[in-house]
């Protein structure tokens, strides 16, 4: 476990410190290799390369995900505001983390980061 990752979410406000724990380990549970390190004062998710990063601000508790433009679901639920690159799952509850949706980007992502560097042709 990473002891910088843990201090971030330790340092969480009790409302949503839970939550980011659980978040944190699906995260991390979801494929072999997976590997959490700080970054620019946040968790980053490493998987054939940066994946993912865990925040908490101004729009609640999310996971962000570096190549997100390359995922594909509802805009209400796969936030890209104004960033051209990524995108966004807001986490407010158990039941978020539990959702199929969820899941499905979180695989989603773990297939673009696996194929990114074999897909020479893939464009932004």
Same mark, same amino acid.
């Given at each position: 476990?990473?002891?910088?990752?843990? &201090?971030?979410?330790?340092?969480? $406000?009790? +409302?949503?410190?839970?939550?980011?724990? &659980?978040?944190?380990?699906?995260?991390?549970?979801?494929? $072999?290799?997976?590997? =959490?390190?700080?970054?620019?004062?946040? $968790?980053?998710?490493?998987?054939? @390369?940066?994946?993912?990063?865990? =925040?908490? @601000?101004?729009?609640?508790?999310?996971? =962000?995900?570096?190549? @997100?433009?390359?995922?594909?679901?509802? $805009?209400?639920?796969?936030? +890209? &505001?104004?960033?051209?690159?990524?995108?966004?799952?807001?986490?407010?509850?158990?039941?978020?983390?539990? =959702?199929?949706?969820?899941?499905?980007?979180? +695989? +989603?992502?773990?297939?673009?980061?696996?194929?990114?560097?074999?897909?020479?042709?893939?464009?932004?």
């Amino acid at each position: 476990m990473n002891e910088a990752v843990e &201090r971030y979410i330790d340092a969480l $406000p009790d +409302q949503v410190r839970e939550l980011a724990w &659980r978040l944190h380990y699906v995260m991390l549970d979801a494929a $072999p290799g997976m590997r =959490s390190v700080l970054k620019y004062g946040a $968790p980053f998710y490493e998987y054939h @390369g940066i994946l993912a990063y865990l =925040s908490y @601000g101004k729009h609640g508790l999310e996971i =962000s995900y570096t190549k @997100g433009f390359a995922l594909e679901g509802p $805009p209400e639920l796969l936030i +890209q &505001r104004d960033r051209k690159m990524v995108k966004s799952v807001a986490v407010p509850d158990e039941a978020a983390l539990e =959702s199929e949706f969820f899941h499905e980007i979180v +695989q +989603q992502a773990l297939l673009v980061n696996e194929n990114w560097k074999k897909d020479k042709g893939h464009k932004r």
